[in-house]
T-cell receptor
Framework: AQSVTQLDSHVSVSEGTPVLLRCNYSSSYSPSLFWYVQHPNKGLQLLLKYTSAATLVKGINGFEAEFKKSETSFHLTKPSAHMSDAAEYFCVVSSGGYQKVTFGTGTKLQVIP | GAVVSQHPSRVICKSGTSVKIECRSLDFQATTMFWYRQFPKQSLMLMATSNEGSKATYEQGVEKDKFLINHASLTLSTLTVTSAHPEDSSFYIC??????????????FGPGTRLTVL
């Protein structure tokens, strides 16, 4: 069994300030973890992924996430928010032999000018 | 990564009609494809997993006779919403799963199809 919890449904930051989007997971197996971004009425774009290599993962557009097994977390961060970062962000876990995917409920990021 | 397309991007239909949505993997042979549904302001919900050469596996609560999935080839899967009703209006997204190696188990998503049933 697996699950993923995104702790904040909405996050609001000022442009130029750091971004933190929180994600906790549970899995009976060694998981792969992903962050996807979805702009309004668009499909999903992969930001970054963790697949049992380096625990600090760097993605596109300046985003990064750290896999912390002891905390079962995979929080997404960015040092400085840009207006174009405003979107919905999904944390995703995949594990088990069948690699079934489970989506978090999403976090809507608002960037204030 | 794999490039996935969906057609159509938007469709409006009358209640009671059937709608077919195509999902194509343009540069990758996908033995497994997934279909998701996303209601407004909600997360993606997996509807079914389709494996080339075998029947689709549907998630609990998804009517297989209403949402027909055909994984016709390694590059094409179709989702047919039969006898559509307004409550079927949603954003339907397909994905293909990488086959390992550099792609790992990452999923590559199509751009989605917005279905509106009047």
């Amino acid at each position: 069994a697996q699950s993923v919890t995104q702790l904040d449904s909405h996050v609001s930051v000022s442009e130029g300030t750091p971004v933190l989007l929180r994600c906790n997971y549970s899995s009976s197996y060694s998981p792969s973890l992903f962050w996807y971004v979805q702009h309004p009425n668009k499909g999903l774009q992969l930001l970054l992924k963790y697949t049992s290599a380096a625990t600090l993962v760097k993605g596109i557009n300046g985003f990064e996430a750290e896999f912390k097994k002891s905390e079962t977390s995979f929080h997404l961060t960015k040092p400085s928010a840009h207006m174009s970062d405003a979107a919905e962000y999904f944390c995703v876990v995949s594990s088990g032999g069948y690699q079934k995917v489970t989506f978090g409920t999403g976090t809507k990021l608002q960037v204030i000018p | 990564g794999a490039v996935v397309s969906q057609h159509p991007s938007r469709v409006i239909c009358k209640s009671g009609t059937s709608v077919k949505i195509e999902c194509r993997s343009l540069d990758f042979q996908a033995t497994t494809m997934f279909w998701y549904r996303q209601f407004p302001k909600q997360s993606l919900m997996l509807m079914a997993t389709s494996n080339e050469g075998s029947k689709a596996t549907y998630e609990q609560g998804v009517e297989k006779d209403k949402f027909l999935i055909n994984h016709a080839s390694l590059t094409l899967s179709t989702l047919t919403v039969t006898s559509a009703h307004p409550e079927d209006s949603s954003f339907y997204i397909c994905s293909v799963r990488g086959g390992g190696g550099a792609g790992g188990n990452e999923q590559f998503f199509g751009p989605g199809t917005r279905l509106t049933v009047l």
